[in-house]
């Protein structure tokens, strides 16, 4: 079954703690991307990478951070930097970073702050 | 003026009825276009990619006007399970062959009995 596996589910975060979101996928995709989406808002790019060892900071980079030593894997660390960490957290990718290729979601992690 | 702009609604009708929604994106050099539907707490789902000569996929037909700068969103014999908020997605090249998609906020719709 291939797919988007983003885990956990909800997370939750204590003050000035690190905590980091796994993202997999095993649909062969070159592009992955981080998005962030709070209530009645639409979605914010956090960072995304084309291919593996690169990535770029999206619209919305300070206090997250991401590696990208597998192709299958694009795990997004949200660091203690990150003042307002409470939000839904999506992972995509899509089969290259050409405009044409459609960006497949995961399931998302809720982190809250406790 | 944000770069990709939709009403949020909700819009609400009756099921059976003709719905449509519009997305104005400010970027001249977009280049592709989507809808994607998201239903609450869960994750957004491609509805449709959006073709410069319009489209169509059952009730849902969509259309991009490159003059006016938007993208459409129709839907006919509105169902109940339709309810959901719709988002639409435009990605513009930068820097070589990086691409970004900007989404809208979304518009929510909600079909009634």
């Known amino acids: 079954d291939g797919g988007i596996t983003q885990s956990p589910k909800y997370l939750f975060r204590k003050e000035g703690q690190n905590v980091t979101l796994s993202c997999e996928q095993n649909?062969?995709?070159?592009?992955m991307y981080w998005y962030r989406q709070d209530p009645g808002q639409g979605l914010r790019l956090i960072y995304y990478?084309?291919?593996?060892?690169?990535?770029q900071k999206g619209d919305i980079a300070e206090g997250y951070s991401v590696s990208r030593e597998k192709k299958e894997s694009f795990p997004l660390t949200v660091t203690s930097a990150q003042k307002n960490p409470t939000a839904f957290y999506l992972c995509?990718?899509?089969?290259?970073?050409?405009?044409?290729?459609?960006?497949?979601f995961g399931a998302g992690t809720r982190l809250s702050v406790l | 003026r944000k770069e990709v702009e939709q009403d949020p609604g909700p819009f609400n009708v009756p099921e059976g009825a003709t719905v449509a929604f519009n997305c104005t994106y400010s970027?001249?050099?977009?280049?592709?276009f989507f809808w994607y539907r998201q239903d609450c707490r869960k994750e957004p789902k491609l509805l449709m990619s959006?073709?410069?000569s319009g489209n169509e996929d059952g009730r849902f037909t969509a259309q991009l006007n490159r003059a006016s700068q938007y993208i459409s969103l129709l839907i006919r014999d509105s169902k109940l399970s339709d309810s959901a908020t719709y988002l639409c997605?435009?990605?513009?090249?930068?820097?070589?062959?990086?691409?970004?998609?900007?989404f809208g906020t979304g518009t929510r719709l909600q079909v009634t009995l």
């Open positions: 995509a990718s899509s089969r290259s970073g050409h405009s044409q290729n459609i960006q497949y």
């Open positions: 990478s084309q291919i593996v060892n690169d990535f």
């Open positions: 997605a435009v990605n513009v090249v930068s820097g070589g062959t990086a691409s970004k998609l900007t």
């Open positions: 970027n001249s050099a977009s280049q592709s």
């Open positions: 959006v073709y410069s």
């Open positions: 649909l062969n995709h070159d592009a």
